[in-house]
């Protein structure tokens, strides 16, 4: 109402346009109910901005680090991620089955293999399977086989031949041989296992093979529990700066650019937040591209030598992240191309002629039943269509994502070829396997 001079007064003129902010919202949600469903879901944010990984003390998990570090989660809608350490890739295991409702955790920097293992419950408790999807390869090469200095006399590289007459006579003195792993059916185990087997040494039966988490390796090696390991960067690097033992090969030297860690998701949580998935995969692809630039490898080593994230020195870092190697028994080898690949050659596209792999050695050592339809599986776990959803949010240029799910016939150090058409052949052409095909 005006007052007597025909004019609103101050506080009127403020009633009045609280009045009408009201009656503009009220009649806003009146139309959107009207409207069709999903009109406001295409512009809507993630589901969830929060989501908690696991990570080992691996150069191969800097991605994730890196995505934390330079913001990158909350660039794409998921400020609230946490990367939290693992102790092992056991703990990792125990805390996906749990997920973060339970405290443990959603995601993982992981061994491409364990998503299966866990999916098909070969590694749970009780066999109870937990249902995992990988999203994403974290990068490609640059883990190492190394050895005891016991055996640096001997010519010990891709070829371990010289080890199977120094093996047989250790044990015939009545003594142990010991190769570790990181864990039973991971990569570190597959590539030990297949350098081992090339040479005609069983890993089961002319070794033990034990299982020691990743930060673990050097100290044991120092004190004598093992003659060999198979472990990813730093650890390999840092073995040879502290003049404990040697490094046979890497295994990109086994299997050029081949697919190493991945980040899996547990099935659940991907499905009930299909956008947040998106999102965090997009924030990973993004700091995947930042990792590989050249200009970026000595801060991508200080950041993840931090404390608070690996609390190792640059120097036993960014060496071999490089392609840089001294292996450690006189041998130094520059500007390989054996450095860790983070985005290049497709590395993180996860393709399913690479899954097929590792779950086909699976079957071969017995960490999954002979009779597995492994394309059936495959398809079950690996989700390259929201990589490629993701891809697209994240502005990777269609060059640069992969027309196949399939990178084809893989050649092994050996000659042994894998084709992913065919996997069974390539099963049975090894002569030692615990798988009867």
């Known amino acids: 109402m005006a007052n007597t001079s025909g004019k609103f007064s101050p506080a009127q003129m403020s009633l009045d ?8 919202v009220a009649a806003l949600a ?21 989501a908690v990984l696991g990570y080992i003390a691996l150069t191969d998990a800097a991605p994730l680090i890196i995505a934390k570090e330079k913001g990158l989660f909350a660039k794409y809608g998921m400020p609230d991620v946490e990367v939290v350490k693992q102790a092992s890739w056991g703990a990792t295991r125990d805390n996906l089955v749990l997920g973060a409702s339970a405290n443990g955790i959603d995601g993982a920097h992981i061994l491409t293999p364990l998503p299966y293992l866990m999916s098909t419950g070969k590694v749970t408790q009780n066999n109870a399977p937990t249902p995992m999807y990988i999203l994403a390869r974290l990068n490609l090469d640059c883990q190492g086989i190394s050895v005891s200095n016991e055996y640096k006399n001997l010519k010990v590289g891709v070829k371990a031949d010289a080890l199977k007459a120094a093996f047989a006579k250790k044990k015939a003195e009545g003594k142990e041989v010991k190769v570790a792993m990181t864990f039973p059916g991971g990569t570190h185990d597959l590539w030990l296992r297949y350098w081992l087997a090339a040479a005609g040494i069983d890993p089961d039966k002319d070794a033990s093979t034990i299982v020691v988490p990743p930060p673990q390796m050097v100290a044991n090696m120092k004190v004598g529990n093992m003659d060999a390991f198979c472990v990813g960067e730093p650890w390999n690097e840092q073995l040879v700066n502290q003049g404990i033992g040697f490094t046979s090969c890497t295994t990109g030297e086994i299997w050029s650019k081949h697919p190493e860690k991945a980040l899996g998701m547990r099935s659940e949580w991907v499905d009930k937040n299909p956008k947040a998935a998106k999102a965090l995969l997009a924030a990973v692809i993004d700091a995947q591209q930042w990792c590989d630039k050249a200009e970026n490898k000595q801060e991508l080593s200080e950041i993840v030598g931090r404390r608070q994230w690996f609390n190792v020195p640059v120097t036993d870092i960014v060496g071999r992240l490089n392609g840089e190697i001294n292996y450690g028994n006189g041998r130094i080898a ?22 097929a792999w590792f779950v086909t050695e699976d079957m071969r050592w017995g960490k999954l039943d002979a009779k597995t339809d492994i394309k059936a599986l495959v398809d079950k776990v690996n989700r390259e269509d929201l990589w490629r959803a993701a891809a697209q949010v994240a502005g990777v240029s269609s060059k640069d994502i992969p027309a196949s799910t399939s990178r084809g016939k893989e050649i092994f150090f050996d000659g042994k070829i894998f084709d992913p058409d065919k996997p069974l052949d390539y099963l049975k052409s090894q002569a030692i396997k615990r798988a009867e095909v």
Do not use: C, I, Q
């Open 17 to 24: 346009r609280r009045n009408l902010l009201k009656s503009a």
């Open 30 to 50: 009146a139309a959107s109910v009207a409207w069709p469903r999903g009109v406001f879901a295409e512009s809507a944010g993630p589901e969830t901005t929060k």
């Open 334 to 355: 520059k500007g390989t191309k054996l450095g860790m690949k983070f985005w290049r050659d497709n590395a993180s596209y996860p393709f399913k002629s690479h899954d």
